[in-house]
T-cell receptor, first 113, second 106 residues
Framework: NAGVTQTPKFRVLKTGQSMTLLCAQDMNHEYMYWYRQDPGMGLRLIHYSVGEGTTAKGEVPDGYNVSRLKKQNFLLGLESAAPSQTSVYFC????????????FGPGTRLTVL | KQEVTQIPAALSVPEGENLVLNCSFTDSAIYNLQWFRQDPGKGLTSLLLIQSSQREQTSGRLNASLDKSSGRSTLYIAASQPGDSATYLCGADMRFGAGTRLTVKP
């Protein structure tokens, strides 16, 4: 099992450019999450999904969109990147929310110039 | 709104010492609390998961406790080693603390 994988590992964007981050899991998990991690601020939830075809907003959703067309994939999109979106992005998955363990991917380091 | 706080932000101890990391949360209605380890530039590795109906979990030298009524969890590390040096984060459902950066000196 590969667990949770993320593509790409690193990316540099210019302000206003768009991109999509891909998260894939092979554990048949229902729940998937996107977090961002900034120095001194811990992880903050951007969006999450409770199953194929569903998405919900988290703590810091502005400037991001997500899609969950397939159960194993969760995409995070930046339509018009801003320097404030420079961060490390982590994807996670769990079988269900209540009382279940979250598994994390290795992260994507994004820099917006 | 759930808020998760970890104190201290950084901790340095000599090898062999037992230590406790603290995590507090504001909303006691949590499903679970999870402790993670994060090495520099890496992702999060799950250490222990405590479900809301449990009071503690143990794995090797690690012991985590949960007191929902007081909104607190602790991670106890016994006989610390230099390899334990990392940042430790706690997560209450989908909310995380900023972490405690632990350095164990040989």
């Amino acid at each position: 099992n590969a667990g949770v994988t993320q593509t790409p590992k690193f990316r540099v964007l210019k302000t206003g450019q768009s991109m999509t981050l891909l998260c894939a899991q092979d554990m048949n998990h229902e729940y998937m999450y996107w977090y961002r991690q900034d120095p001194g601020m811990g992880l903050r939830l951007i969006h999450y999904s409770v199953g194929e075809g569903t998405t919900a907003k988290g703590e810091v959703p502005d400037g991001y969109n997500v899609s969950r067309l397939k159960k194993q994939n969760f995409l995070l999109g930046l339509e018009s990147a801003a320097p404030s979106q420079t961060s490390v992005y982590f994807c996670a998955s769990s079988y269900w929310e209540g009382g279940d363990e979250q598994f994390f991917g290795p992260g994507t380091r994004l820099t917006v110039l | 709104k759930q808020e998760v706080t970890q104190i201290p932000a950084a901790l340095s101890v000599p090898e062999g010492e037992n230590l406790v990391l603290n995590c507090s949360f504001t909303d006691s209605a949590i499903y679970n609390l999870q402790w993670f380890r994060q090495d520099p530039g890496k992702g999060l590795t799950s250490l222990l998961l405590i479900q809301s109906s449990q009071r503690e979990q143990t794995s090797g030298r690690l012991n985590a406790s949960l007191d929902k009524s007081s909104g607190r969890s602790t991670l106890y590390i016994a006989a610390s080693q230099p390899g334990d040096s990392a940042t430790y984060l706690c997560g209450a459902d989908m909310r995380f603390g900023a972490g405690t950066r632990l350095t164990v000196k040989p």
